[in-house]
């Protein structure tokens, strides 16, 4: 694996391929990887052999410096796991590389208030910082395929909006969730959890496959409301568990079949906010 820290040399070392007919793919992450970022090499290895991931911790999608400053940094062991599930280029700038003219310029597209709900309500100007990294990072890499994970719903959905919108000729990939065998969904900021809050942050999956179970059956609000119930119950702090439309991103207050829906949710174990999602048909 080639690791570049340059947008220069990155853009060099892929001009040979853009230059052929060869198909790359890209991975972005922040790092502090996990057999979840391992999947989406291994679904970009399915795609092409030639593989970008890149680790960059974005602060322009960070709406607490806290967390910014919490996040884990482990470059080094995260070049061996990429290494050895593949992948072929991993580039890794400072902030400087990436915003060398500052952080004002964002993306002008309209979202269609996707990005104000859930996650959007909770994070305020998260999806602005996030869909500016991801453009700017698409446009330094100019890949053919963008690997992302189901882990983030809203993230890939407002992803995929910016795509359509904005005509890129990237084909997005949604790779499926990785999860603990108790259910809890692979997180990087899993490694923060205390013993006992690890113990009880699986409630946050139980209660997705509560509401997967109960959405043909029960008033849609109160099963909001009760599986809300079940996480308090276990000690955590849910901030929302919504069922909404699974490309619109809207409440949903019916079940119809043949509209797809997803439950969201997310809760802050002690110091930890853990995000998890289910399609629920
Ligand atoms: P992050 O490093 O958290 O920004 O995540 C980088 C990419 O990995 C995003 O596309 C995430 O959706 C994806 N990802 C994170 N956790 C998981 C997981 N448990 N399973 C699958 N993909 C994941």
């Known amino acids: 694996m080639k690791t570049f820290t340059t947008v220069e040399t990155l853009r060099k070392e892929l001009e040979k391929l853009h230059n052929s007919e060869a198909k790359l793919a890209f991975v972005p992450t922040m790092g502090a990887l996990h057999q979840g970022h391992i999947s989406l090499i291994e679904a970009a290895l399915g795609k092409t052999s030639h593989v970008t991931a890149s680790i960059f911790v974005n602060p322009t999608q960070f709406n607490n410096q806290e967390d910014l400053a919490k996040y884990p940094r482990t470059l080094r062991e995260d070049s061996e796991m990429l290494e050895k599930a593949g992948c072929q280029y991993l580039f890794a700038p400072s902030v400087e590389e990436i915003y060398p003219y500052g952080t004002n310029e964002k993306v002008n597209i309209d979202l269609k208030g996707m990005d104000l709900v859930m996650e959007g ?17 698409l446009d330094i890499v100019r890949p ?6 189901q882990k983030d719903y809203q993230q890939f959905s407002l992803v995929n909006q910016m795509i359509t919108q904005l005509n890129l000729p990237i084909e997005l990939i949604v790779a499926p969730t990785m999860r603990e065998n108790d259910g809890l969904a692979l997180s990087s900021r899993n490694r923060r959890l205390t013993e006992d809050m690890r113990n009880n942050s699986n409630i946050i999956f139980r209660a997705l496959q509560h509401a997967k179970t109960r959405v043909k059956i029960e008033n849609i609000a109160n099963l909001e409301r009760s599986c809300k119930s079940m996480i308090e119950d276990q000690g955590l702090k849910p901030e929302y568990f919504e069922i909404v439309d699974a490309i619109e991103l809207s409440q949903v207050r019916k079940y119809n079949e043949d509209r ?7 809760a802050w174990a002690g110091e930890v906010r853990l995000i998890d999602n289910l399609l629920l048909n």
Do not use: N, S, T, W
């Not at 053919?144 to 994970?149: A, E, N, Q, S, V």
């Not at 797809?260 to 949710?265: E, S």
């Open 144 to 149: 053919d395929y963008l690997i992302m994970g």
């Open 260 to 266: 797809k829906i997803v439950a969201c949710a997310a």
């Open 121 to 137: 309500k909770f994070r305020p100007g998260h999806f602005e910082g996030m869909l500016q990294v991801v453009k700017r990072l």
